[in-house]
C-alpha cells in the first residue's frame, strides 16, 4: 500500500463524503466567495457541491472527537490491508524471476501504524499546548458567535487540527471581514463557512 494511498485515505475521514447540495461561488473583480444565495448578474458563477450529514460538533466533548477520528484512522487502514490482500490474491504468477524482496508485509504494516500514531501523537501535543495556553480548561470544539478570531484558531479543536479551505478576506471603510471556508470538511466541522468582522467571529453558516 502506498504512502499516497494512506495519505489520501485519512484525509477523507476529515474531509469529504457523498455530495448533494451545493454552494455558488462567485467571482467578482478577481474576488471570490461561497454563498448559497444565487450570484448577482455582474458575477460570474458556478455551483460548488458539498457533503451531506453533517454532525454537530458542539455535543462532542474534545476527547470523544479525537477518539472518532481515531477510530476512523484505524477502520480505513484495516479496509487498506483488506484492499491489499485481495489485490496480491488476484495476482497472476510473474513469468521470470520476481525482483529481490523488498518490506515485508508486516513491516509495511508496521511502518503505517508507526505513522498513524506518530500524527495522533503531534495532535494530542498540539491539543495539550493549546489546552495550558488557553487558560487550563478543556477546548471548545468549535468557535461561538462573539468570539475573537484569535481564539477561534488557536483555542478550539476544530481551529487546531482542521485548516480551512480557504480564506477570502474583504477591506472595507467599515473594516475587515474573513470567510473562512469548510465545505470539504463540513462532515467534521458541521459548518460550511465562518465569518469574521474586525477580529470577532459573527457568523457561522452551517
Not at 478577481?30 to 454532525?55: D, F, I, K, L
Not at 466533548?61 to 496480491?88: F, H, V
Not at 515485508?104 to 491539543?127: H, V, Y
Request: positive net charge.
Amino acid at each position: 500500500m502506498s504512502w499516497n494511498r494512506v495519505g489520501a485515505a485519512l484525509a477523507a475521514f476529515l474531509g469529504a463524503v457523498s455530495l448533494a447540495h451545493g454552494a455558488n461561488k462567485c467571482v467578482i473583480d478577481g474576488r471570490t466567495t461561497y454563498q448559497e444565495a444565487p450570484c448577482p448578474s455582474n458575477a460570474a458563477s458556478s455551483v460548488v457541491a458539498t457533503p451531506t450529514g453533517p454532525m454537530d460538533p458542539s455535543r462532542e466533548t474534545t476527547n470523544q472527537l479525537i477518539e472518532r477520528w481515531k477510530k476512523q484512522a484505524n477502520e480505513i487502514q484495516a479496509g487498506q490491508r483488506k484492499l491489499d490482500a485481495a489485490q496480491k490474491a488476484v495476482q497472476p504468477a510473474p513469468l521470470q524471476s520476481p525482483a529481490p524482496p523488498g518490506k515485508s508485509e508486516a513491516e509495511r504494516r508496521a511502518e503505517i501504524d508507526a505513522k498513524i500514531a506518530e500524527g495522533m501523537r503531534k495532535s494530542d501535543e498540539q491539543l495539550a499546548k493549546a489546552k495550558a495556553a488557553c487558560g487550563g480548561s478543556e477546548l471548545p470544539t468549535a468557535p461561538s458567535i462573539g468570539m475573537p478570531e484569535q481564539r477561534f484558531r488557536s483555542c478550539t479543536v476544530i481551529g487546531l487540527l482542521v485548516e480551512p479551505d480557504a480564506v477570502n478576506v474583504t477591506e472595507t471603510a467599515a473594516g475587515t471581514t474573513k470567510q473562512f471556508v469548510y465545505l470539504r470538511s463540513i462532515a467534521t466541522t458541521g459548518f460550511k463557512f465562518v465569518y469574521t468582522r474586525n477580529g470577532v467571529v459573527d457568523a457561522i453558516q452551517r
